[in-house]
C-alpha cells in the first residue's frame, strides 16, 4: 500500500524557516508529484504547491510564492517542502498528499495522505 | 482563483436521518474533453487528513460506504449521507481540480443531534 510519511512536529521562532519532509514508498515515486496542504488550527485546506517527482517541476501558490520551496530526492524517494520568514500566520500542519490515481499531473484530487506535521510558530 | 463556497458551515443530524451538503464553485469545473465534473469530496476526522470519499463528483472511493453520494453538475454539487451513523461525524470539505490554485470549500462540520 502506498505510504507518506511525514517528519515530526516542528517549534519556530518568527522569521526563521522550518523543512519538512514526506518520505513515500510502495510506488515509484518518479511516477507521480506530490502536493502540499496545509492547515491552520480550526480552519479549512489551503494548496500550496505541486513538485514532480519525474523532474522537480514545481507549481506553487502565488500566496506563497518567493516564501517555499518544494524540493524532491529521488534517491530516497522524499519530497520536501521549505517555508521561509514564518510568522504566526504560518502555524498550521502541513500535509502531503498523492493524487488517486495512475496517472501524473498537478490537477488532481488527493487520494494519500501523510499523517500531517505541526508547525508551531511563536517567540 | 475558482472558489468553492460549502453551505451549511455545520449541520446536526439524528441517527439515521439523511444530511445534505452543497457546494457551489464560482466557474464551472465541467471539463469539455473528457466530460467529467473535477470535484471532490472529503471526510476530516479530528487529528487525522481527509479522506478522499467521492471522486468526478459522483464516483465513490473504493470501501466508502454506499451512504454516502456525490451529484451535481457545472457549479452546483451536493454530498448526501442517507442515513448518518455515529461514525460519520466528520467535517466534509469539497475540492476542485479543474484548475490551479487547487482550492477547497470551507468545510462542514456534521454533528450528531
Not at chain 1, 11 to 26: E, H, N, Q
Not at chain 2, 16 to 35: D, R, W
Not at chain 2, 79 to 85: D, E, G, H, R, V
Request: neutral net charge; aromatic residues 12%; proline residues 4%.
Amino acid at each position: 500500500q502506498f505510504q507518506l510519511e511525514q517528519s515530526g512536529a516542528e517549534l519556530r521562532k518568527p522569521g526563521a524557516s522550518v523543512k519538512v519532509s514526506c518520505k513515500t514508498s510502495g510506488y515509484t515515486f518518479t511516477n507521480h508529484g506530490i502536493t502540499w496542504v496545509r492547515q491552520a488550527p480550526g480552519q479549512g485546506l489551503e494548496w500550496m504547491g505541486w513538485i514532480s517527482g519525474y523532474n522537480g517541476n514545481t507549481r506553487y501558490a502565488e500566496k506563497f510564492q518567493g516564501r517555499v520551496t518544494m524540493t524532491t530526492d529521488t534517491s530516497t524517494s522524499t519530497a520536501y517542502m521549505e517555508l521561509r520568514s514564518l510568522t504566526s500566520d504560518d502555524t498550521a500542519v502541513y500535509f502531503c498528499a498523492r493524487r488517486p490515481d495512475s496517472k501524473y499531473g498537478v490537477v488532481s484530487s488527493l487520494g494519500y495522505w501523510g499523517q500531517g506535521t505541526l508547525v508551531t510558530v511563536s517567540s | 482563483d475558482i472558489v468553492m463556497t460549502q453551505s451549511p458551515d455545520s449541520l446536526a443530524v439524528s441517527l439515521g436521518e439523511g444530511a445534505t451538503i452543497n457546494c457551489k464553485s464560482s466557474q464551472s469545473i465541467l471539463y469539455t474533453p473528457n466530460n467529467k465534473n473535477h470535484l471532490a469530496w472529503y471526510q476530516q476526522k479530528p487529528g487525522q487528513p481527509p479522506k478522499l470519499l467521492i471522486d468526478w463528483a459522483s464516483t465513490r472511493e473504493s470501501g466508502v460506504p454506499d451512504r454516502f453520494s456525490g451529484s451535481g453538475s457545472g457549479t452546483d454539487f451536493t454530498l448526501a449521507i442517507s442515513s448518518l451513523q455515529a461514525e460519520d461525524v466528520a467535517v466534509y470539505y469539497c475540492q476542485q481540480y479543474y484548475d490551479t490554485p487547487l482550492t477547497f470549500g470551507g468545510g462542514t462540520k456534521v454533528e450528531i443531534k
